[in-house]
């Protein structure tokens, strides 16, 4: 178990008996960028994690190590200060730390060991699991803890630091989550409340398409989000109240065609529709409509496929292939796009032969292994004992 490991890798370096945090990695089953339109998502927060051992040292100093991808340690300085480096967790860090200086925040010396087993670049939030348990853990070590709420917006923020500018639900799945539970989340007011996401005779499950993206870098992620204010803004000479596409109909899209490029009105319909979707998911999960759970599950996906434009060819051939399995009930490619996790709703009794299937197809038409996980869901970041 790799948070046994790094709680004895602390003890033995660090001579000291270490808080073990957990921030986990988290799902979405519908609602793909829609949170930076003030739109709705129905995220949750599932068992594999990042792990933090963490202590108070004297020393003035963040002392961290990890042997997440490879092994690595970094110092930074209470002022802000510290050596140069290139580390892809480091940068969140070191992010991290300038926003709480400049915030005055009282930060003291920490020493921290951190590892975990999500998939990085795999549409599971592992930096939103990063960002979220390192702010939870530094801020509980000085002593001055700060509300979650607080803890998502730092943790945005040193996101769009380091050039993703994305919503809060990567953040509110990571802080908020509850065991057993997807929620909805209103990113128009922050809102959310929790719902059951068992079904009787089905399992989630996540198949990886080994295809990995790196969100920050490539700026299509960014790119929609400058569509969507574009449409905004068109929308908004005719009517000035409106402040996002959560407000925007597709009549007020239809009324633009003449005005707008074609590309951001497809995609904010994307948008709207996919907020409609959210709303119809939670409707048929709370009767148990199992099939129509997976018809949302595949319209979702070849949205994202054909007007939003963020899959990729092997995350539509995993979905393609379930929809030709009949133990598959439907897919779709989750998180920001280009690579990634498949969410899949499947039969139990067939779910062995249905995985083994998926696994092979796959392979035969993209010459990729997946690979699979059973789906826990989890609580939000907290003290693991
Ligand atoms: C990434 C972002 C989120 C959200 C999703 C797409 O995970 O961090 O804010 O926009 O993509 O739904």
């Given at each position: 178990?790799?948070?046994?490991?790094?709680?004895?890798?602390?003890?033995?370096?660090?001579?000291?008996?270490?808080?073990?945090?957990?921030?986990?990695?988290?799902?979405?089953?519908?609602?793909?960028?829609?949170?930076?339109?003030?739109?709705?998502?129905?995220?949750?927060?599932?068992?594999?994690?990042?792990?933090?051992a963490?202590?108070k040292?004297?020393?003035?100093?963040?002392?961290?190590?990890?042997?997440?991808?490879?092994?690595?340690?970094?110092?930074?300085?209470?002022?802000?200060?510290?050596?140069?480096?290139?580390?892809?967790?480091?940068?969140?860090?070191?992010?991290?730390?300038?926003?709480?200086?400049s915030?005055?925040?009282?930060?003291?010396?920490m020493?921290?060991?951190f590892?975990?087993?999500?998939?990085?670049?795999?549409?599971?939030?592992?930096?939103?699991a990063?960002?979220?348990?390192?702010?939870?853990?530094?801020?509980?070590?000085s002593?001055?803890?700060?509300?979650?709420?607080?803890?998502?917006?730092?943790a945005q923020?040193?996101?769009?630091?380091?050039?993703?500018?994305?919503?809060?639900?990567?953040?509110y799945?990571?802080?908020?989550?509850?065991?057993?539970?997807?929620?909805?989340?209103?990113?128009?007011?922050?809102?959310?409340?929790?719902?059951?996401?068992?079904?009787?005779?089905?399992?989630?499950?996540?198949?990886?398409?080994?295809?990995k993206?790196n969100l920050?870098?490539?700026s299509?992620y960014?790119?929609?989000?400058?569509?969507?204010?574009?449409?905004?803004?068109?929308?908004?000479?005719?009517k000035?109240?409106?402040?996002s596409l959560?407000?925007?109909?597709?009549?007020?899209?239809?009324?633009l065609?003449?005005?707008?490029?074609?590309?951001?009105?497809?995609?904010a319909?994307?948008?709207?529709?996919?907020?409609?979707r959210?709303?119809?998911?939670?409707?048929?999960?709370?009767?148990?409509?199992?099939l129509?759970?997976?018809?949302?599950?595949?319209?979702?996906?070849?949205?994202?496929?054909?007007?939003y434009?963020i899959?990729?060819?092997?995350?539509?051939?995993?979905?393609?292939?379930?929809?030709g399995?009949?133990?598959?009930?439907?897919?779709?490619?989750?998180?920001?796009?280009?690579?990634?996790?498949t969410?899949?709703?499947?039969?139990?009794?067939?779910l062995?032969?249905?995985?083994?299937?998926?696994?092979?197809?796959?392979?035969?038409?993209?010459?990729?292994?997946?690979?699979y996980y059973?789906?826990?869901?989890?609580?939000?970041?907290?003290?693991?004992?």
């Open positions: 178990m790799v948070h046994k490991k790094i709680a004895a890798y602390f003890k033995e370096h660090y001579n000291n008996y270490p808080t073990l945090i957990k921030a986990p990695g988290r799902i979405n089953l519908i609602g793909e960028h829609t949170d930076y339109n003030e739109g709705l998502v129905l995220p949750a927060s599932i068992e594999k994690g990042i792990y933090f963490v202590s040292n004297e020393l003035n100093t963040i002392r961290i190590e990890t042997f997440l991808t490879q092994p690595e340690k970094i110092e930074f300085q209470l002022n802000g200060n510290h050596e140069s480096f290139n580390s892809f967790w480091g940068n969140y860090f070191k992010a991290i730390v300038e926003i709480l200086v915030k005055n925040y009282p930060l003291k010396g020493d921290c060991v590892g975990g087993d999500i998939p990085i670049g795999s549409g599971l939030s592992s930096s939103a990063l960002c979220c348990g390192f702010i939870y853990a530094i801020t509980k070590i002593g001055k803890s700060i509300s979650r709420e607080e803890i998502a917006l730092i923020k040193a996101e769009h630091k380091i050039g993703l500018n994305c919503g809060l639900m990567d953040q799945a990571v802080l908020f989550g509850k065991k057993g539970n997807a929620f909805l989340l209103d990113c128009k007011d922050l809102s959310h409340n929790y719902i059951p996401i068992n079904l009787d005779g089905y399992s989630w499950v996540l198949v990886n398409s080994n295809i993206h920050a870098v490539d299509e960014n790119k929609r989000r400058i569509s969507c204010e574009n449409i905004v803004k068109e929308v908004q000479k005719i000035p109240e409106i402040k959560r407000d925007v109909t597709i009549e007020d899209l239809n009324n065609t003449s005005v707008s490029c074609t590309i951001d009105i497809k995609r319909k994307y948008v709207i529709e996919e907020n409609d959210v709303r119809h998911m939670m409707k048929v999960l709370t009767i148990g409509d199992a129509a759970v997976g018809e949302i599950l595949k319209k979702g996906h070849w949205a994202m496929s054909t007007e434009e899959t990729t060819s092997e995350l539509d051939t995993l979905v393609k292939i379930g929809e399995l009949e133990g598959v009930l439907g897919s779709r490619m989750m998180g920001g796009g280009f690579g990634g996790c969410i899949n709703l499947v039969r139990t009794d067939t062995n032969a249905s995985i083994k299937s998926l696994l092979l197809q796959y392979k035969e038409q993209t010459g990729i292994d997946a690979e059973p789906l826990a869901i989890d609580d939000g970041v907290k003290v693991f004992e």
